[in-house]
């Protein structure tokens, strides 16, 4: 698992991502607009061109694409250094377009944003730039050396200093910010999706092992007659063998190993008996379950609950995956308690999961729950100073429980923050979870099941 989830999480593993033909076809569009744009300037507009510079820096483009076409299959993937490739290709192709059609005078010259803009969106942070660099380089080269628009007249179309100052600055800025704004949407969607594959991939986990349980659990209940039968008789042999025989001692070995498996069947189905029998349980009984993998860490973990029957809820995996998230969150923080207290009345049921520890940096609690939270550098004074601080585990737990209808609010239990830990205090930090009352397909059970039901056999193939 260690080595999927790297995989998984490698920023750079989606920079494969972009196929050939996706390049290929934009370029294809674009070929077709600067073919239009040079006919219609030419037949329309009777400027001067340069038809023949222009007709071989578009064939280029053209003889480019068709053999890409024949060289490689329709669903090749470029990888970072053949992606850059061929947009810097298409940069420079459009930047010598624009530099024989008038320079910054040529309206469509702010078209050379459009490759930063898919470097940005596709490709690393070094590659983005590289692309952005050159072109700007081209910008500014086309301000100062290009061909004029001359007209048939011999008028030449020529924008004041001034304007051609003002679409050089607004060239590089839209460089700049569309580059950046496009890749920082991409980022966060990226970062999204890579957490959102991570809490489905612990959601299924969680499934698997609650089914696994009930298995074993029916597995369990089902071979415990034949094995106490084989008990039975095995014992009744070795009765009425002579001691000392062979037939004897197999008896008794027979004997020994049916209370074994007896044994082994137990132990596995422990766990199992709950999600066979109790697909609904009180709510305090989930929290010890989701509690009881981390108590062995070193640190005390109370469970406190109102007086009375507390609430009957679905035993369903989002709701154990993410409260054990909180209470491992809880644990990894605290300096010696985790407080796990459960209210309830009419309208609301509220889990509230309270440490000790140091709690959250103010500027930090707007952002818990989002992924990859990258925090600062650690200082000795760090609980955790070996964590890397992406959020990742809490992102999980407040996806999986608003799946469920929840609500997550997160606080500190005092204020001001010091940053150092309240030891046997409700100082540290505050996660409550809140499920509304009464609402269709939230936590709570519509009706309550008998905790244990009559047993039926597997369907015989």
């Given at each position: ?81 053949e992606a850059i490739t061929m947009l810097l290709f298409d940069t420079t192709q459009l930047g010598i377009l624009i530099i024989l059609t008038g320079g910054l005078n040529n ?118 007659t034949p094995l106490a039968t084989i008990k039975l008789v095995s014992s009744e042999m070795a009765s009425e063998l002579e001691e000392g025989t062979d037939l004897h001692e ?212």
């Amino acid at each position: 698992m260690a080595h999927t989830g790297a995989a998984l999480f490698d920023e750079n593993a989606h920079r494969s991502w972009i196929r050939l033909q996706t390049l290929t076809t934009l370029r294809w569009v674009a070929i077709a607009g600067q073919i239009a744009a040079i006919g219609i300037a030419d037949r329309v507009f009777d400027l001067s061109i340069e038809l023949g510079f222009c007709a071989a820096v578009v064939g280029l483009s053209i003889i480019v694409n068709i053999v890409f076409h024949f060289i490689y299959p329709e669903n090749k993937r470029l990888d970072e250094t053949e992606a850059i490739t061929m947009l810097l290709f298409d940069t420079t192709q459009l930047g010598i377009l624009i530099i024989l059609t008038g320079g910054l005078n040529n309206p469509f010259a702010v078209l050379i944003a459009a490759p930063v803009t898919v470097a940005a969106t596709a490709l690393s942070l070094r590659s983005a730039l590289l692309a952005g660099a050159v072109a700007i380089a081209l910008t500014t080269l086309a301000a100062d050396f290009h061909v004029p628009l001359i007209t048939k007249d011999g008028t030449e179309l020529r924008l004041p200093e001034v304007f051609v100052f003002g679409e050089w600055v607004a060239i590089v800025v839209a460089i700049g910010f569309i580059a950046a704004y496009t890749r920082r949407i991409s980022s966060e969607t990226q970062s999204m999706s890579q957490a959102l594959v991570a809490a489905q991939m612990a959601l299924a986990r969680e499934q698997k092992l609650t089914d696994l349980g009930g298995v074993v659990a029916a597995a369990a209940h089902e071979l415990g007659t034949p094995l106490a039968t084989i008990k039975l008789v095995s014992s009744e042999m070795a009765s009425e063998l002579e001691e000392g025989t062979d037939l004897h001692e197999d008896a008794v070995l027979i004997r020994d190993q049916a209370d074994r498996c007896r044994d082994i069947l137990r132990d596995m189905g422990r766990a199992g008996k709950d999600d066979l029998h109790l697909h609904q349980a009180p709510l305090t009984a989930v929290l010890e379950e989701a509690a009881l993998p981390h108590r062995d860490r070193g640190k005390e973990i109370i469970i406190d609950a109102e007086e009375g029957p507390p609430p009957t809820v679905v035993r369903r995996p989002e709701v154990i995956h993410g409260l054990r998230n909180l209470v491992q969150n809880a644990v990894d923080f605290a300096a010696t308690t985790v407080w796990v207290e459960l209210d309830w009345d009419d309208s609301r049921i509220a889990v509230k999961v309270v440490d000790d520890g140091t709690g959250y940096p103010p500027h930090m609690i707007g952002r818990i729950g989002d992924p990859f939270i990258r925090r600062r550098r650690p200082t000795p004074d760090d609980q955790r100073s070996e964590y890397e601080g992406m959020g990742l585990g809490l992102f999980i737990a407040k996806t999986l429980l608003e799946r469920t209808g929840a609500s997550l609010t997160f606080a500190n239990g005092s204020e001001p923050f010091t940053g150092k830990p309240h030891p046997g205090t409700r100082g540290g930090a505050i996660i409550q979870v809140t499920w509304p009352r009464g609402v269709s397909g939230g936590i709570e059970a519509e009706e309550r099941l008998p905790a244990l039901g009559e047993n039926t056999r597997f369907a015989e193939h």
